[in-house]
């Protein structure tokens, strides 16, 4: 399995492309679905039900309808509602003027409009003078994105006529040289690292679409979905396993064959690696098969089951799919019993399901629960790439401390977005870390599962912040601690003052420092009682005080004058900041 | 956007944070921001989730449904040199608010002043001298420092 940490960066870096590219799949598989039944049924002639009319559909769902919809999706990824506007607009400029399922132009301009809008947006977003938000909000939309889409159409559209052009001669003369077979080789082991979905939804959809657009079917549509490798597999399994993995796999069977979740059978080859070879052999056997005996879909099987795939099959192609899953299961099988039966090691299939799981979560880009303690916290902090501020409204709390903490990681030189927005609106991210107050931390949780999570009982002054910070810093710049801030204050004098006598700890409240009293009351308090120590504090105006020296009075320079003039018994400590000067934690811990 | 000099108002001596929310909340309604309903979701926001942001702060807003009460952006300050507890009830820990910023924010125009208000407020010495500040004007010039 992976392990250096080169490789296992590349793998993320792999996976999060093709997560990137399912991603704007995904969401549209029902359209697709849509377009292959309406095909499937009332294509003229080839359907089973031939019907001009309904066929009408046919085209303008595949060239406009999905291309659309994932030129949407891809904005969306990037930029949320405005985003996908502006991709769709965009990639409309690359349809325009083809015959052909501009797939891959979609997936190019949707994301590329949506980023291209948020840095505009970004550039702009302070200048815009207020009541003018709207408007910026609308034109700069509409008239950047009529300058995509236009760009797309001169420029976008001939690539990717270009290289559809030349992608579809090399698919062909794979199929013609019966060639086509050996992608398997590089499928199998993918699926099983659970590339699955980006593989097939990511390169072999978007290529079958277009040849079942030209010929009505595909075979790529089966290269990936094909149950046929699992099944042999876990058949074997099922014959020839021991213990836990043989009573498993039944059930396991049953749900890769009619259910089609290749996951399923991941593990099983995780337990036993050579197992892969059955896999790649069932998958090279199924697709020649396919080849020879005219198979394919004309449409996606997702998921890829015994069901869907005879549901979405050619009109004449029954048989060769028939043929191509059932001689895929037969050498997978054949194959996975060899290997079984040579090695008697019995694998614990426990273990290997955990590291399957901790496998999925990696190739997902996502931690294990379990992974967020306290001892892991480096590594889980080296995977986050931003930062969010939830709060209930997303109006103030969290977008204070959201600038609060912008600021930090701006003086510390780290390089990560920080937003904020209200908890309703989270969505369960990639390497997110989660900032919340704490009575917010449930929800906040519930909503994103998978993010790391930090709650806060001070917006404004968290040490937690710092946390933060160091983990960040400590990631990109080994053993440089950010400085303490705290300014080193001439430690005055608190000689001469007797301590034994105090009863009591006064702030002045005089004209212009009446809050500052207030304030400076409250922290000592907190500090008296943090050490312990329950002397009472008092913020008090000058005439107030009784001359006493059991007081002990704390003021700034300017009140002093007019102490001295007033008391001669009290006891009194000068200090430049009445909040935050050092001398006031040392009258704490001479305190009694 | 910045603080206008007529929602501010100095040296309130206010027993009870409803009723400090209540005075960020009318300036807001003074000033054209918000509608009355506003208020009270900002008072129920209070409830549901403390506005205390700590160092001596509060920024009471309204919820997400108070949102529609907003006619245009604005932030009122109310300063309470004396404090006010904007714990609750129940609980037995003070939180002290000499400085309470209410907020009604559109299309997040506001969020250049609530951060330019919350990295200066991040230093307690510097929520020290809008506790103390004697004019509207010192209160708008304070927080103008920041950045600079």
Redesign the interface.
């Known amino acids: 399995m992976v392990q250096s940490k080169n490789s296992s960066s590349l793998k993320v870096k792999v996976q999060k492309f093709g997560t990137a590219l399912s991603g704007m799949i995904m969401p549209n598989i029902g359209a697709i679905i849509a377009w292959g039944l309406t095909a499937a049924i009332f294509m003229t002639p080839n359907g089973w039900f031939p019907n001009a009319q309904i066929n009408k559909l046919v085209q303008p769902m595949l060239i406009y309808l999905l291309p659309l919809l994932i030129g949407y999706t891809g904005g969306r990824m990037i930029h949320e509602d405005r985003g996908a506007v502006i991709g769709a607009i965009a990639t409309l400029g690359v349809i325009v003027g083809t015959k052909q399922p501009m797939f891959l132009g979609a997936m190019i301009m949707g994301p590329l409009s949506g980023w291209l809008l948020k840095k505009l947006d970004d550039a702009f977003?302070?200048r815009i003078i207020?009541?003018f938000?709207?408007i910026y909000n609308n034109f700069s939309l509409g008239i950047l994105g009529m300058i995509l889409a236009i760009f797309a159409y001169f420029v976008i559209n001939p690539i990717m006529m270009w290289g559809s052009y030349w992608a579809s001669v090399g698919v062909d003369a794979i199929i013609r040289v019966h060639l086509l077979p050996l992608a398997n080789i590089i499928i199998e082991p993918a699926k099983v690292l659970f590339l699955n979905n980006a593989i097939g939804n990511g390169i072999l959809v978007p290529l079958g679409i277009q040849q079942a657009s030209e010929v009505g079917k595909s075979v790529l549509f089966l290269m990936e979905s094909n149950p046929g490798p699992g099944l042999g597999i876990l058949l074997a399994f099922m014959l020839f396993g021991k213990g836990s993995s043989k009573s498993s796999a039944p059930g396991a069977a049953i749900i890769e064959f009619f259910g089609g979740v290749h996951e399923i059978y991941f593990p099983y080859v995780l337990m036993k690696p050579a197992l892969i070879i059955a896999a790649i052999c069932g998958g090279i056997t199924g697709t020649a098969l396919f080849t020879m005996f005219n198979g394919g879909l004309k449409a996606a099987a997702s998921p890829g089951s015994i069901l869907a795939i005879l549901l979405v099959s050619a009109k004449g192609s029954y048989l060769g799919n028939i043929i191509g899953v059932a001689g895929a299961a037969v050498v997978s099988f054949i194959i996975a019993a060899i290997i079984l039966k040579r090695d008697k090691g019995e694998g614990d299939l426990a273990a290997k399901q955990k590291e399957m799981e901790s496998m999925k979560a990696e190739s997902k880009g996502q931690q294990m629960p379990s992974e967020q303690t306290a001892q892991d916290s480096v590594k889980s902090y080296a995977d986050i790439k931003k930062v969010i501020f939830a709060?209930?409204?997303?109006?103030?709390?969290s977008?204070?401390?959201?600038?609060?903490l912008?600021?930090k990681f701006k003086k510390a030189g780290i390089d990560i977005s920080v937003t904020n927005t209200?908890v309703?609106n989270l969505k369960d991210e990639q390497g997110l870390l989660v900032v919340t107050?704490a009575?917010?931390a449930d929800r906040a949780l519930q909503k994103t599962p998978n993010a790391m999570h930090v709650s806060v009982?001070?917006?404004?002054?968290?040490p937690k912040y710092d946390t933060i910070v160091a983990n960040l810093k400590a990631l990109t710049q080994v053993s440089d601690r950010p400085k303490e801030a705290k300014k080193e204050k001439t430690a005055g004098s608190i000689e001469g003052i007797d301590f034994n006598k105090i009863k009591e700890i006064d702030f002045i409240?005089h004209d212009?420092?009446?809050?500052?009293a207030?304030?400076?009351r409250?922290?000592f308090e907190d500090g008296l009682k943090k050490a312990g120590k329950s002397e009472p504090v008092k913020a008090l105006k000058i005439n107030e005080l009784s001359d006493d020296d059991a007081r002990l009075v704390i003021v700034t320079p300017a009140a002093k004058k007019n102490l001295v003039v007033r008391y001669s018994d009290i006891q009194v400590v000068v200090v430049d900041?009445?909040?935050?000067d050092n001398k006031l934690q040392e009258i704490i811990n001479k305190l009694n | 956007?910045q603080l206008d000099s007529k929602m501010i108002k100095l040296?309130q001596d206010v027993p009870t944070r409803d009723q400090a929310i209540r005075m960020a909340g009318q300036l807001l309604v003074d000033g054209g921001c918000v509608e009355p309903g506003y208020i009270d979701s900002m008072i129920a926001?209070n409830n549901?989730?403390?506005?205390y942001?700590?160092?001596?702060?509060a920024?009471?807003?309204?919820?997400?449904e108070?949102?529609k009460h907003i006619k245009?952006?604005g932030i009122s300050v109310v300063?309470?040199?004396?404090?006010v507890d904007f714990s609750n009830p129940d609980d037995d820990t003070?939180q002290?608010v000499?400085?309470v910023f209410g907020?009604a924010?559109l299309?997040?125009?506001?969020?250049?002043l609530?951060?330019q208000?919350?990295?200066f407020?991040?230093d307690?010495?510097n929520?020290?001298?809008?506790?103390?500040a004697?004019t509207p004007e010192e209160v708008i010039d304070l927080l103008k420092e920041v950045g600079k």
């Open positions: 977003q302070d207020s009541g938000e709207m709060c209930d409204a997303g109006m103030g709390s977008a204070m401390g959201a600038s609060l912008r600021d209200a309703r107050q009575e917010l009982g001070n917006f404004l002054n968290s409240r212009q420092h009446v809050g500052s207030t304030m400076a409250s922290l900041d009445l909040l935050q | 956007m040296n926001r549901d989730v403390s506005t942001m700590g160092n001596f702060i920024i009471p807003h309204g919820t997400d108070g949102k245009k952006t300063q309470i040199p004396m404090g003070e002290l000499t400085v907020i924010g299309n997040n125009e506001h969020l250049n609530l951060s208000i919350a990295i407020c991040s307690v010495s929520v020290a001298k809008l506790a103390d004697q």
